[in-house]
C-alpha cells in the first residue's frame, strides 16, 4: 500500500488536502476540529478551532483559523480556491470535550460546548449540512479525514477509534 | 497594558524564580510523602506557541495523567501537575498503599488518590508563592484527567487564545530515583497576571 502524505494542522490552523492526500489533528480537547468535504472534487478541509467567537480578539491581527467565526468562512474560501464549491460541501465536527467536568460550572469554562455550538451556527447560515459529529464528553480526541474517501476517523485514549 | 510577549531578561529570571520556590516547596512536600529525595531541574520560563506547549509534556497525543488547578485571587493563571500514567501508577503503590494493576487503565478511585497527591503538592506550590509575593492565591477544588497532553493543556492556554498563539509557561521537573518521583509543573499565569506578580517581586512595572 502506498503511504498518502499526510497535512498537519495545528492548535488554532486550517489546512487542505486533496488528490486522496489525509488531513489531520492531535490533541483536540475542548478545540473542534471541523472538517469540509466536496466529494465530486475529493477535496478536504479542517480547522482546529480553539475559541468560540472572534469579537473577544486583544490582537491584532489576529490568527483567523483560531475563532469559530472567522475559520469556517476562512477554510471555504482555501477550498474555494482549490476548487471545491460551497455549494457541495458537507461538514463534519469532532472534540468539543469538557476536559474537567467537574470544573464547568461557569460559562467560561464551558467552552467545548460554546465551540460546537458556533461552528454549527456558522455552517448553518452558511448552509452547509452537518453529516455527522463526535463532539462532547470530558475526553481528547485525534482526528483524520481521508479527501479520497471523505471519510473522518476519531481515535481517543479512553474509547477506542470510530468512522463518521 | 504592556505585552507580556515582550518581557525582560530578568523579568523571565523573576519568574524563574517563581518557579524554583513553588515547586522547590512541592519537591519538599513529595520528599516528605515518599521518604526520599526529589531532585528538581533548573525551571524553565518561555513564550511557548501553542503547538509546543504539549511537546514539553511528551507530545500531544502523549497519555498523560493531569491535576489541574484554576487559581484566583490577586494573581489568577493556571496550574497543572503531570505525570506519566505508568509512573502514576507507582507512585499510587508507594504513597497509598493501593494495589494497583501495571496497566493504564485507572479506577475512579486511584484517579482520585491522585488528584489528592497533586493537590497537596499544588498546594505547597502555592502557598509558598502566596508567602514569597504576598498575594491572595486560591486554588480551585483539583480536576483530574487521564487523556491527551494536547487535549488536557489546551485547557490552560484558553485565557491567551484571545491575546496571541503562544502562552507564558512557568515549567518545572522532578526527577530522582525511581520514576514515581517524575513530575512536571506547568503554571501558566493569566496575561493580565504578570504585572501584580512583579510588582510584588519588588520590579517596577511601568
Known amino acids: 500500500m502506498i503511504q498518502q502524505p499526510i497535512v498537519k494542522v495545528a492548535m488554532a490552523d486550517l489546512g487542505v488536502a486533496v488528490r486522496g492526500e489525509c488531513i489531520r489533528t492531535t490533541g483536540l480537547g475542548s478545540c473542534v476540529g471541523l472538517t469540509l468535504y466536496d466529494a465530486v472534487r475529493k477535496i478536504g478541509g479542517m480547522a482546529h478551532v480553539m475559541l468560540p467567537d472572534s469579537s473577544i480578539a486583544r490582537e491584532f491581527p489576529f490568527n483567523r483559523a483560531k475563532y469559530a467565526d472567522t475559520a469556517v468562512p476562512l477554510l471555504i474560501e482555501e477550498l474555494e480556491k482549490a476548487g471545491a464549491r460551497v455549494e457541495r460541501m458537507n461538514a463534519k465536527m469532532a472534540g468539543g470535550a469538557q476536559m474537567f467536568a467537574s470544573l464547568a460550572q461557569s460559562d467560561s469554562l464551558r467552552i467545548g460546548p460554546r465551540n460546537v455550538e458556533s461552528c454549527a451556527l456558522l455552517l448553518s447560515r452558511i448552509g452547509i449540512p452537518v453529516v455527522a459529529e463526535d463532539t462532547g464528553g470530558n475526553y481528547g480526541r485525534t482526528i483524520e479525514l481521508d479527501s479520497e474517501t471523505g471519510i473522518l476517523t476519531i481515535r481517543s485514549a479512553q474509547n477506542g477509534t470510530k468512522e463518521l | ?206
Do not use: W
Not at chain 2, 15 to 34: D, M, Q, R
Not at chain 2, 106 to 132: F, H, K, R, V
Open chain 2, 1 to 206: 497594558m504592556r505585552s507580556y510577549g515582550k518581557l525582560a531578561e530578568f523579568e523571565l529570571d523573576v519568574l524563574k524564580e517563581v518557579g524554583n520556590i513553588g515547586s522547590g516547596h512541592a519537591a519538599t512536600a513529595l520528599s516528605t510523602l515518599l521518604n526520599r529525595p526529589v531532585d528538581m531541574a533548573v525551571p524553565k520560563v518561555s513564550l511557548v506557541p501553542f503547538e509546543e506547549v504539549a511537546e514539553r509534556a511528551g507530545g500531544a497525543e502523549q497519555l498523560v495523567v493531569a491535576v489541574f488547578l484554576r487559581v484566583d485571587g490577586d494573581a489568577p493563571g493556571n496550574l497543572f501537575y503531570i505525570m506519566n500514567p505508568v509512573a502514576a501508577k507507582r507512585l499510587l503503590r508507594r504513597l497509598a498503599a493501593m494495589e494497583v494493576e501495571e496497566d493504564l487503565e485507572y479506577s475512579e478511585m486511584e484517579l482520585s488518590a491522585l488528584s489528592e497527591i497533586g493537590n497537596i503538592l499544588a498546594g505547597s506550590y502555592l502557598s509558598s508563592l502566596a508567602d514569597l509575593t504576598r498575594l491572595a492565591l486560591s486554588p480551585s477544588v483539583p480536576a483530574v484527567a487521564l487523556d491527551m497532553a494536547g487535549a488536557v493543556l489546551a485547557y490552560g492556554l484558553m485565557q491567551y487564545g484571545e491575546m496571541g498563539d503562544a502562552a507564558l509557561l512557568v515549567e518545572t521537573r522532578f526527577q530522582g530515583d525511581g520514576e514515581e518521583i517524575e513530575g512536571q509543573f506547568f503554571l501558566i499565569p493569566d496575561p493580565d497576571s504578570f504585572p501584580t506578580l512583579f510588582r510584588s517581586l519588588g520590579v517596577d512595572v511601568p
